[in-house]
């Protein structure tokens, strides 16, 4: 009897430790790394409408290293006495690391189509490249910080002002 209930013993905890090392070495499924995100941005002026729509997908490939894709489109209409439209199409690559939980160091490169039209003339569709080097503060899903294009020459970007911009990403 003694020797029964040994046995079924032994039998009982070699399934629970099989079953408990099963359970542990499970890999992720693909689609439990990946969150998406991206921004979305409306707005008017008395001479002015903006549409913007960027949406992102990231993959995990640790806490610490992330990397993805982003699309971009942007429509503006101007109604001053320029009277202009405006689209902007393209996309990006960016790579995402986290070396301490709150901070976060971004690398972007970003290739945008610029089309212009104007009120007597239209300008040739013409790209604008990016490379972007920002830090962000991350707290939850959320990181906000700068970015600063290292492309960036004032006598030919069509769309940016400065080489310095915000970033502000969310991702589920």
Do not use: C
Request: aromatic share 16%; no cysteine.
């Amino acid at each position: 009897m003694h020797k029964t209930i040994h046995l079924l013993a032994l039998i009982i905890s070699i399934n629970f430790g099989i079953n408990a090392q099963n359970s542990k070495s499970e890999p992720k499924k693909f689609i439990d790394n990946v969150q998406f995100g991206g921004g979305f941005n409306i707005g008017f002026g008395s001479n002015y409408s903006t549409l913007a729509i960027s949406p992102s997908a990231i993959y995990n490939f640790s806490d610490e290293f992330s990397a993805g894709l982003s699309f971009t489109y942007v429509y503006v209409k101007n109604k001053s006495s320029i009277q202009s439209t405006t689209n902007l199409i393209g996309g990006s690559v960016l790579a995402l690391y986290k070396p301490i939980q709150k901070f976060q160091v971004s690398l972007e490169f970003e290739k945008l189509n610029i089309n212009q039209k104007f009120r007597y003339t239209n300008n040739s569709p013409t790209w604008q490249d990016a490379f972007y080097l920002g830090a962000e503060y991350v707290t939850g899903r959320m990181a906000v910080g700068l970015r600063y294009d290292l492309l960036f020459d004032k006598n030919e970007n069509l769309i940016y002002s400065s080489a310095l911009s915000p970033v502000f990403r969310i991702y589920f």
